[in-house]
């Protein structure tokens, strides 16, 4: 790696930094701002509500309570739960969740673009074809059904009428739980990337580098591989972006279709009984992992094309 | 010119295209022949059916597009037995075409360099591709001679310019590498798809001379195509002139340039951009080339022609032997014997005698 990728990098690494930091405040402020406080039990007096607060630092200002947020979270303390499990590390509240959601979600991501890919090089490999027809249908389907109305399609069927997999998660059985899920998430994925991939290969294809690599004598089969596919490939990794958004929506629902144990479940009880940290920690992680992502996104597509990596008119 | 090698023979070659508003009969009836080492231009006004042509030859046809009928006889001389073969790119198979004949055997410089070179891959792998895909030739053999035909198509540090993709070129350079591509086979004909067009008038001369330079060299057979009247004149020794499929005029050089016939061959010459005239005053041939979806009665210029003759618009005129010339012939029926006495323009006749002149 040159010097000019590295200097690449670090600005990248200070920009996403900033751009948390800047997400942590907004949150922050928006909790603020809704109504209700995590303590709204009848039986409380004033004095003892307001004991309460001062017990968390509710009842200081607010800029007060946020660099105290951001002071303590960078020693990996977020605070304890308010309302969920009162009085629980938020950590240990949803350290274990991470793996579940995440494990759930990157097999949904890994899986549906790999799908992604094959289909939409077949389906411009076929164009105008009853299979490529058929893809086009299947494409237009993923993109416009929800994950969750397929989830439970998915559950009646494979859930209900031909009992294979479990109805609702099971923790012994995390692998076996998982499988209805994944495929619901990844069927978007699938639709989505096969779409990009299919009008990315039928203009690769039209080329004039192709049409050199023919009359170069090579076989279809090397002009494919050896010249479509990787320049076919690069502009996919761009659409990966918005497809993981998507795809963090979407898991919100679905774990409660299924009640797994993750961390968008946890997101929606946080907000309905108001427990900040809660609902600030795992927000923030949402948050980094995105932004995580575009960096791994934006950094590797540089590292493939040639074009971005060297830098223009160089 | 006494035993000339004939290695291309092109006879009553008809192809069409199927497309949503029907047949389009793109090349009807086209003549061609290419001998070892010499240089053939094809010109003509855009659409005029230049690049199928070639694309036939080549065996690259869209897939939309079929050879109704005649043949591509391509003959070479088998490397090992020295036995003199023949055969019909027309009725070769696509596996045949793409292992024997594409590359090697035949090879294209395409247009626009900006856009024929694979971006993601170097220059280097894809000149040694070919040789290593065709000759089985080791990675250090190919290197070997990526760099000598580097440096042969004039790409100074050639070393390090293999490791470089070809957004790092310029326009000339990469056209260089694409002639560099061509090359890399040691095919027999170079196709050369107006190999100019897209770069700076500058480096057009020099692409130019390198490619006539490496022709003299190597004893390859060319096939120009262009609608730049001025640069066949600098390299081609034959001229076809094109239009609407058909091949209306040919001969050497200064036959359809000193003494054209055709009054499609007088209009691209008088619409030929030169230094002295008064650009705002380009000739333009009136109207536009027929629609060849459509049956074409007559000679398919004639409604674009102010000497058409009656019969033009009736009958297609055969090829007509220039009188006292072998290899210039004209597709009109102003060579007829019966025919009135036509001359061409007048204006275009001081451009030839100026043309005439400076050519001494
Ligand atoms: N794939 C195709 N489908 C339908 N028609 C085609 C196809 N390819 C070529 N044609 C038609 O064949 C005719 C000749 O095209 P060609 O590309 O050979 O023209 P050209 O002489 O090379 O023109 P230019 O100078 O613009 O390159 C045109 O009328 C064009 O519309
Ligand atoms: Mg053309």
């Known amino acids: ?314 | 010119m006494a035993d000339r090698e004939r290695i291309l023979k092109i006879r009553d070659l008809n192809i069409s295209f199927t497309t949503d508003h029907g047949k389009i009969n793109a090349i009807r009836g086209v003549n061609l022949d290419l001998y070892k080492g010499e240089t053939i231009a094809i010109v003509g006004e855009s659409g005029s059916g230049k690049s199928v042509t070639t694309k036939a030859v080549m065996g690259i046809l869209a897939s939309n597009g079929t050879i109704d009928s005649g043949v591509i006889e391509y003959s070479w001389n088998d490397e090992n037995t020295g036995e003199h073969k023949t055969v019909d790119i027309a009725q070769l198979s696509e596996k045949d075409l793409q292992k024997e004949i594409r590359g090697r055997k035949i090879a294209m410089v395409f247009q626009d360099p900006m856009t024929s070179l694979n971006p993601t891959m170097t220059i280097g792998k894809q000149v040694m591709e070919p040789m290593i895909y065709h000759y089985g030739k080791s990675k250090e053999e190919a290197y070997k001679k990526t760099l000598e035909l580097l440096e042969l198509v004039g790409i100074t540090d050639a070393e390090k310019r293999m490791k470089n993709y070809p957004h790092q070129l310029s326009g000339g350079m990469r056209q260089r590498v694409v002639i560099a591509i061509a090359l890399s086979c040691d095919p027999y004909v170079l196709i050369c798809d107006e190999p100019t067009t897209a770069l700076d008038v500058t480096i057009q001369a020099k692409i130019l001379e390198l490619i006539q330079d490496i022709q003299k060299k190597k004893n390859l057979s060319v096939i120009y195509i262009t609608h730049d009247l001025g640069v066949v004149a600098k390299v081609a020794d034959y001229v076809n002139v094109m239009y609407a499929g058909k091949i209306v005029e040919t001969g050497l050089i200064d036959e359809v340039y000193y003494d054209p016939r055709h009054p499609y061959t007088w209009g691209l010459l008088s619409a030929m951009p030169d230094l002295d005239t008064d650009d705002d005053e380009l000739y333009t041939i009136p109207g536009t080339p027929p629609n060849l979806a459509y049956r074409v009665d007559g000679d398919a210029f004639a409604p674009r022609n102010q000497f058409a003759l009656n019969i033009d618009l009736r009958v297609e005129p055969p090829m007509f032997d220039v009188p006292g010339s072998s290899t210039h012939k004209v597709a009109s029926w102003l060579m007829h014997p019966n025919a009135p006495d036509v001359k061409m323009p007048e204006a275009l006749k001081n451009r030839i005698e100026k043309m005439k002149k400076e050519g001494e």
């Open chain 1, 1 to 314: 790696m040159n010097k000019s990728t590295m200097k690449y990098i670090g600005k990248r690494l200070l920009i996403s930094a900033i751009t948390l930091v800047i997400i942590v405040a907004v949150l922050f402020l928006m909790l603020k701002l809704m109504p209700g406080t995590p303590f709204n039990d009848e039986k409380l007096t004033e004095a003892q509500k307001l004991a309460i607060y001062a017990k968390y630092g509710l009842d200081q200002p607010f800029f007060v309570q946020f660099f105290n947020y951001m002071k303590n979270m960078l020693t990996g303390d977020f605070g304890v739960s308010f309302g969920i499990v009162r009085n629980m590390q938020v950590s240990d509240l949803v350290g274990p969740r991470i793996l579940i959601s995440f494990g759930i979600g990157i097999a949904a991501v890994i899986l549906g673009t790999v799908i992604g890919v094959l289909l939409g090089i077949y389906a411009a490999l076929h164009k105008n074809t009853l299979a490529d027809t058929l893809a086009t249908i299947f494409s237009v389907l993923g993109v416009s059904v929800p994950s969750f109305v397929l989830g439970l399609l998915l559950l009646l069927l494979l859930g209900v009428t031909i009992p294979v997999f479990p109805i609702l998660y099971e923790s012994s059985h995390p692998l076996r739980s998982s499988v209805l899920p994944v495929i619901a998430l990844s069927f978007g994925v699938i639709a989505n990337v096969a779409r990009f991939t299919r009008s990315e290969m039928i203009s690769v294809l039209a080329s004039d580098y192709i049409a050199l690599a023919e009359a170069k004598g090579l076989d279809r089969t090397t002009i494919i591989r050896k010249h479509a596919f990787r320049n076919t490939l690069i502009p996919v990794i761009t659409i990966l972006g918005p497809i993981l958004v998507n795809l963090m929506t979407g898991s919100m629902v679905l774990e409660q279709i299924f009640s797994i144990p993750g961390l968008g479940r946890l997101l929606v009880e946080g907000i309905t009984v108001n427990d900040y940290n809660v609902v600030l920690a795992v927000s923030f992680l949402y948050s980094v992992l995105y932004v995580v992502m575009m960096l791994i996104i934006d950094i590797s597509y540089g590292i493939i094309d040639p074009r971005i990596r060297l830098g223009k008119g160089d």
